[in-house]
């Protein structure tokens, strides 16, 4: 698993104190690729992705090994990250009326993310009136001038969107972005995603929105990736008992029948079975699963000891 | 026509429950100028809608669309500008709440995010016999009834609603909702703060409960999707106007107003894969 140039993850693992909140997560993402990240809240998913931007909160340390074309990102001094974060890797985070500056207007807060690694500031000005362009925001001279409250949230996100490529990073890592718009605003944000993205993490509790944008998937359960593979694969030919859970519960049947469902809920991080992480919400889990399966298999790989399919 | 309270259902199916004519609100924004008053906002214009006895109803539209103003009034949270709502044959609009007695009985809300909606002092055994003490219904076994009933341990009454997860604590909701033995159901967007394991959960339980118990469902979503495998009628909200509705299913098939074309073709699906 060596890209020169794109991102490489190898035995990332994320814990607080004695709790493993992430574990043994390896993937990579050649330039170009969009590969989506998928699993329910308290999966492992954001901490996973937080961990690559050196943003895990205090208390909360990470292990393995990350580079991106090259350069390490995890146990690194936060003077190193800092190079990096918003000019190799930026991120576009799920709430934007959080993530923005509500005291400063959009095109200031566009422009700061560049003179931050070194642009001049009147260069970084006329840049940002482009890129806001760029993300499809209308009268972008008008709007450079305006705050956060004054747009609304589709707008908000796409000046995060513009935030994020500002500096022309080679990974772009989306935290559910679309959660939180409506869904013809929404797909107009994916197209727009899929369209700029240089080499794209695509995070999301939603298969559907996956299957729009990405090439790849990663499904985490527990803190672990259980598969992974082409989204066609995966989708079509789930193997993990989780994966297969999932999509049958994502496709409504028609009225008046029972939905297909996973039973139980997603346990408190450090509550999960030692074993398969599943292994206790599993209908085929046995005395196998006690111990914990690998992930195996090239290109489609899973970690079950009862696969489907 | 008025039916006397506690008519069951199968007698006069179809004949509406609620009914609402020509609701318009209109909002007035802070003003901005000492000389004039600040910009109105049409929340609702004209809107109408009949649901029937039984049925399960339908409301979809986006944020902004005025499906949230229309809940609002329909559950006398608020009071229309314009028109007139009844339930179950009686008057809503224009009384004090005094006079609601029959309304509060009759209608209950779920609503979507049950972190919030829930008040995180309160043991789940007060908040599911809180509508009974505001009615001054007896309590007795009826929570312990409840909890089975969403299928919640008899242990939960004494816990906290931090102590459930996020499913667990919208049957909660439900349960609370049910207490005063409704006949009508209103779920706001019941399942959007959900995982998808659990929302099939939530939405089978549903199912049960208003089969079971003869509710009449007024469901807002803003996935069509999901509408069409709750309810069967449909209306779709944009601009504070229902611009379309009718049977889910033909709706659903062929869409006739543009806006509902834009909704359904921008919802993404799995069904491309297979």
């Not at chain 2, 106007?241 to 799995?270: F, K, M, N, Q």
Request: one cysteine or more; aromatic letters at 4%; hydrophobic letters at 40%.
């Amino acid at each position: 698993m060596l890209t020169v140039d794109g991102l490489t993850v190898d035995g990332l693992g994320v814990r607080a104190g004695d709790t493993e909140l992430v574990r043994e997560v390896s993937f990579s993402i050649g330039p170009g690729e969009r590969v989506g990240l998928i699993g329910e809240s308290g999966s492992g998913k954001s901490l996973t992705a937080l961990s690559l931007m050196g943003l895990l909160p205090e208390g909360v340390t990470a292990t393995g090994r990350a580079t991106l074309a090259g350069r390490d990102l995890i146990g690194v001094p936060e003077s190193r990250l800092k190079r990096l974060r918003g000019r190799d890797l930026s991120m576009v985070f799920q709430e934007p009326m959080t993530a923005l500056n509500p005291l400063m207007r959009v095109g200031a807060q566009v422009a700061e993310v560049m003179t931050l690694h070194g642009r001049g500031r009147r260069e970084a000005r006329a840049r940002a009136v482009e890129l806001l362009e760029r993300v499809r925001l209308p009268e972008p001279e008008q709007l450079a001038r305006a705050y956060p409250h004054q747009l609304s949230g589709g707008q908000r996100q796409r000046v995060m969107l513009a935030i994020a490529l500002a500096n022309e990073p080679a990974l772009l890592i989306c935290d559910e972005p679309t959660t939180a718009l409506d869904v013809t605003v929404q797909k107009r944000m994916l197209d727009l995603i899929a369209e700029v993205a240089p080499a794209l993490l695509f995070i999301t509790h939603d298969l559907a929105v996956v299957a729009a944008v990405c090439e790849r998937v990663l499904v985490m359960y527990g803190g672990r990736v259980v598969e992974s593979g082409p989204i066609r694969e995966v989708f079509t030919r789930p193997r993990h008992r989780y994966t297969e859970g999932l999509l049958a519960a994502s496709r409504l049947t028609p009225r008046g029948t029972r939905l297909p469902t996973i039973s139980g809920s997603v346990p408190a991080a450090g509550h999960f079975p030692g074993g398969c992480v599943f292994g206790n919400r599993c209908p085929h889990a046995d005395a196998l699963c006690e111990t914990v399966p690998a992930l195996t298999g090239e290109g489609h790989a899973h970690a079950c000891r009862h696969p489907a399919g | 026509m008025p039916t006397h309270a506690g008519t069951p259902r199968a007698e006069n199916p179809g004949e509406p429950l609620i009914e609402a004519r020509g609701l318009s609100r209109v909002y007035r924004r802070p003003r901005t100028s000492l000389l004039r008053p600040g910009a109105a906002v049409h929340a609702l214009r004209d809107v109408s809608l009949t649901v029937g006895r039984g049925e399960r109803y339908g409301i979809v539209g986006e944020s902004g669309s005025g499906k949230s103003t229309l809940l609002r009034l329909l559950c006398a949270l608020d009071r229309p500008t314009a028109g007139t709502i009844a339930f179950d044959g009686r008057p809503v609009t224009g009384r004090p709440e005094r006079d609601l007695r029959f309304l509060r009985e009759n209608l209950q809300i779920v609503f979507q995010d049950p972190m919030s909606s829930l008040d995180p002092r309160m043991r789940v055994r007060d908040l599911v016999a809180e509508p009974l003490v505001a009615l001054g219904l007896p309590v007795g076994g009826r929570v312990a009834e409840l909890l089975d009933a969403v299928g919640l341990p008899a242990g939960a009454a004494d816990r906290y609603p931090h102590q459930f997860s996020g499913g667990q604590r919208q049957r909660i909701a439900i349960a609370r909702a049910l207490a005063p033995r409704p006949k009508a159901l209103v779920a706001d967007e019941p399942v959007s703060a959900l995982d998808v394991s659990v929302r099939g959960q939530i939405l089978n339980l549903l199912a049960d409960l208003v089969d079971e118990l003869g509710l009449t469902l007024v469901f807002v979503s803003h996935d069509l999707s999901v509408v069409r495998h709750v309810c069967e009628t449909v209306a779709v909200m944009h601009h504070g106007e229902i611009v379309e509705s009718g049977p889910v299913d033909e709706v659903w098939a062929a869409p006739a107003h543009p806006y509902t074309r834009a909704l359904l073709e921008a919802v993404p699906t799995l069904e491309d894969l297979t």
